[in-house]
């Protein structure tokens, strides 16, 4: 792989990761966050949706008008979402079921569609997938993590087995508990990126 490439691929995963550092798609990741398994389940999901629409537009993109390339995009990424939902749906039915409303609205993501928009309309077939995998793998360890990090402090267990005794800090399994995960783990990357800086 060459070094532009690697920089393609590799960018989303930290540098340009879309949650800590573009603090895109929001909504699914404070939302579906309550617990490690449904960070990573729906990141799956988004990457899934991600790639597979990266390739279709960068294969499509001299086939779709301007004027409407937008609403093609998401007629794209609405058919693998629709895909996805369905999978989810016959074989991961106690995911399906709490992730909820926040599958279908993958569709309106805006790292997707700004994935398609700024990326995959641009580029070859393979920097799209690269793009899209570095972006995919990059937004499904954010919301691993910052799930991992609610469900610890919030229900003493990590993936679904507890590894400790009583109750923890119900704060993190509600909503204001992803806000304060992801502000404290922002924090951290921002204090880290500076010290690489200097």
């Known amino acids: 792989m060459n070094e532009n490439r690697k920089s393609i691929f590799t960018r989303g995963l930290i540098k340009e990761n879309a949650v800590f550092v573009m603090l895109l798609g929001l909504c699914p990741v404070l939302g579906t966050t309550t617990s490690a398994i449904n960070g990573l389940g729906m990141g ?63 569709v309106v993501n805006c790292l997707i569609l ?20 570095g972006m995919g793998l990059g937004f499904t360890f954010a919301l691993t993590l910052l799930g991992a990090i609610r469900e610890i402090l919030g229900s003493l267990s990590l993936f679904g087995f507890s590894f400790m005794e009583g109750d923890g800090m119900l704060v993190f399994v509600l909503a204001p508990g992803g806000f304060l995960g992801l502000g404290y783990i922002i924090a951290v990357m921002n204090r880290l990126t500076k010290k690489k800086l200097k």
């Open 44 to 106: 799956i999901a988004t990457l899934f949706v991600l790639v597979l629409s990266n390739l279709v537009v960068s294969m499509a993109k001299s086939f779709i008008p301007d004027k409407v390339r937008i609403p093609a995009y998401i007629v794209i990424i609405a058919s693998f979402v629709t895909i996805i939902q369905l999978l989810m749906q016959a074989y991961t039915p106690a995911l399906y079921e709490s992730l909820g409303i926040f599958i279908p609205l993958i």
């Open 114 to 133: 700004g994935r398609a928009e700024a990326f995959a309309s641009k580029n070859s077939l393979l920097d799209s997938l690269l793009d899209g995998l």
